[in-house]
């Protein structure tokens, strides 16, 4: 009757050696550390950059407690943040402007536990400290710059139809284009109806002119804003990377703003530099009217600059840009004709007839293609153009690897800002209140936990003792679960896992009080314990589900804080029913399973009627 199959016995014992397992990383806490990475992100940490990092800090005395080279950079730990302070400012000095040099935070679990996956739970801006901001796109910034490039695809293909115009401004949210006669506007009209889905157009006469309004049609105009808020997220996105934050949280919030929360920074002014970055292409003409020697020797041409080709040697390029990445609709990285890394770029309607012109007009000759990033221009590649080429497809190559490809295509496609940002609001929480906020929600659940194993066991008895052995392996369970699914622990993550011990601890009470109510009526032990799990636990189950269905709703309709408070609200629930069902009836199987003549069930006082007689 009150007896568990063996398997039963092993998922529970496999269940909680995991969660022991995952939970215990948590425990160990974390060490000052800064983290050094390559500005481009082109360029990549090596053993070179180890060493030169030991060999600075071994120079200026300073001790450390381990180093690490990954893919983005080196980190080095340090015993505590003065010297993670000073080695800071003095890796900056000796390294230079080509590194960022972050402030950051390392787990100190052992290296087995790390091989095995099992890491801490990341926490949030209110307990680690760090940087917010919320930012604001400048819709209207957006639109003029995209009336700015429909202005120039509008000349550009008016030129090549030969339709006559007498002007074309910009006024406001509408582009006007003047013409001479009903004719030519009526051509124009036509041209751009056919080449532009996006534009509406609307015929006006002023005094003896022709005019034409062009305006951006409503859902265009949603689509650009809409298109404008997610690429600038995924921009601000790959730009923080550069910070060494663990765990950035940036999302829209209402129909032009960004939330950026970078936990662990506190240097805002670096923030603020890298969210205004940007990043870019250039398309310019090698010189090869000017000798390179002669440039290399000081004699530079007034019209040309001296670049180093990447994996080639000098390369003199002339100053007039021929086209820049704001044409780039798209950029993915890929393989060329030869099977070598290469970024294919698709440019939009207007850019194509440039390069179209451009390839036309150069045949034979040397185009430089530039990658500017942080204002420092660097020549990706100087190919032979070798015909004419159309259809907006451009390829670049030269010496790439596939992660290189990756991320020139990566810069080149969320590069730059699509629309202009404003800060409207920063805030900054030092790392002494984010240790303050840690240690007052730990001492809340431990307070709140022992609390309910006091009560628990004095009126329970050691029913009441199982019961809150349950609920520490519920506790167990949710911490290792939230640390393999690597979630943002804040404070009301925090606030929902001392909700869920409350909640928890009710499942054990119907049934410790069901177990009561079968004894008052005169079933056995054995009998009334079987009863007790299982009359209750329909009950359970309807409440924990209403309960979900609540978390569900803050989930789906919430944002930041009530999202993180409705993950660790519905977790613990799932691993509550485990808990409270299983793990308590399996210590109550063994303890009193396989007792046949079960005389007495020590659950505490069970009024029986008449008993005060």
């Not at 425990?27 to 030169?52: C, H, M, N, W």
């Not at 680690?128 to 400048?138: K, N």
């Not at 240097?267 to 603020?272: E, G, R, S, V």
């Not at 041409?301 to 001296?306: A, Q, R, Y």
Request: with cysteine; glycine share 8%; aromatic share 6%.
């Amino acid at each position: 009757m009150n007896r568990y199959p063996l398997w039963k016995y092993l998922i529970i014992l496999v269940s909680v050696l995991l969660g022991l397992l995952y939970t215990l990383p948590n425990f160990y806490g974390e060490s000052p550390a800064v983290q050094i990475s390559p500005i481009r992100a082109t360029d990549k940490a090596d053993t070179v950059l180890l060493s030169r990092v030991e060999g600075t800090l071994r120079k200026n005395n300073i001790s450390i407690n381990g180093m690490l080279l990954e893919t983005g950079g080196v980190k080095v730990r340090f015993a505590d943040t003065d010297i993670q302070l000073k080695a800071k400012d003095i890796l900056q000095s000796e390294l230079g402007n080509g590194y960022v040099v972050a402030l950051n935070l390392l787990s100190n679990s052992p290296q087995w536990l790390t091989d095995l996956s099992a890491l801490p739970m990341y926490l949030g801006l209110d307990l680690r400290g760090g940087v917010h901001f919320l930012l604001q796109v400048d819709m209207k910034g957006a639109l003029s710059k995209s009336l700015d490039r429909y202005s120039a695809d509008i000349r550009g293909s008016l030129r090549e139809e030969k339709i006559r115009y007498k002007g074309l401004t910009k006024e406001g949210s509408q582009i006007i284009v003047k013409f001479p006669d009903p004719e030519s506007r009526a051509k124009a009209s036509d041209e751009i109806n056919k080449s532009y889905d996006d534009l509406g157009v609307r015929e006006n006469d002023v005094q003896d002119e022709f005019h034409l309004a062009i305006t951006l049609k409503q859902e265009a105009l949603k689509r650009m804003q809409n298109s404008a808020v997610q690429q600038n997220i995924t921009t601000l996105r790959n730009r923080v990377n550069e910070l060494g934050v663990a765990e950035p949280i940036i999302q829209q919030a209402g129909a032009d703003r960004v939330v950026v929360q970078l936990p662990g920074v506190q240097d805002t002014a670096k923030a603020k530099d890298i969210l205004g970055r940007t990043a870019t292409l250039e398309l310019r003409m090698v010189d090869e009217e000017h000798d390179v020697s002669l440039a290399l020797s000081g004699q530079r041409h007034s019209g040309s600059e001296l670049y180093t080709e990447r994996g080639g040697g000098p390369v003199l390029v002339k100053k007039q840009v021929m086209l820049t990445g704001d044409r780039i609709n798209d950029a993915q990285p890929g393989f060329d004709n030869n099977n070598q890394p290469a970024v294919h770029i698709n440019l939009d309607s207007n850019g194509a007839r440039i390069f179209k012109q451009l390839t036309r007009d150069n045949v034979g000759k040397r185009m430089a293609i530039l990658l500017i990033e942080k204002n420092q221009k660097e020549v990706i590649t100087a190919p032979v153009i070798r015909e004419e080429i159309a259809g907006g497809r451009v390829q670049i190559t030269g010496n790439m690897t596939i992660a290189e490809a990756r991320d020139v295509s990566l810069l080149l496609r969320a590069g730059a800002l699509a629309a202009p940002m404003d800060i409207i609001e920063e805030r900054t929480v030092g790392p002494s209140l984010g240790a303050e906020n840690i240690s007052r929600g730990f001492n809340s659940t431990l307070f709140g936990f022992a609390a309910i194993a006091i009560f628990m066991t004095l009126y329970y008895l050691i029913f009441g003792f199982i019961s809150i052995t349950a609920l520490g392996v519920n506790l167990l369970l949710l911490i290792g679960l939230l640390s393999i699914l690597q979630a943002t622990l804040t404070l009301p993550g925090m606030a929902a896992i001392a909700l869920t011990l409350g909640m928890a601890i009710d499942a054990n009470v119907l049934i410790n009080e069901r177990i009561r109510d079968e004894l008052r009526n005169g079933v056995s032990p054995q009998a009334a314990i079987n009863a007790g799990y299982e009359r209750a636990f329909g009950t359970i189950l309807d409440a924990n589900i209403t309960t979900m269905i609540a978390g569900i709703a803050l989930f789906a309709f919430g944002s930041g804080p009530v999202k993180g408070f409705a993950v660790v609200l519905c977790l613990g629930i799932l691993t509550s029913m485990f808990s409270a069902v299983m793990v308590s009836r399996s210590l109550v199987n063994l303890l009193y399973g396989k007792r046949r003549k079960l005389e007495h069930v020590p659950i505490g006082q069970v009024w029986k009627p008449g008993s005060n007689k």
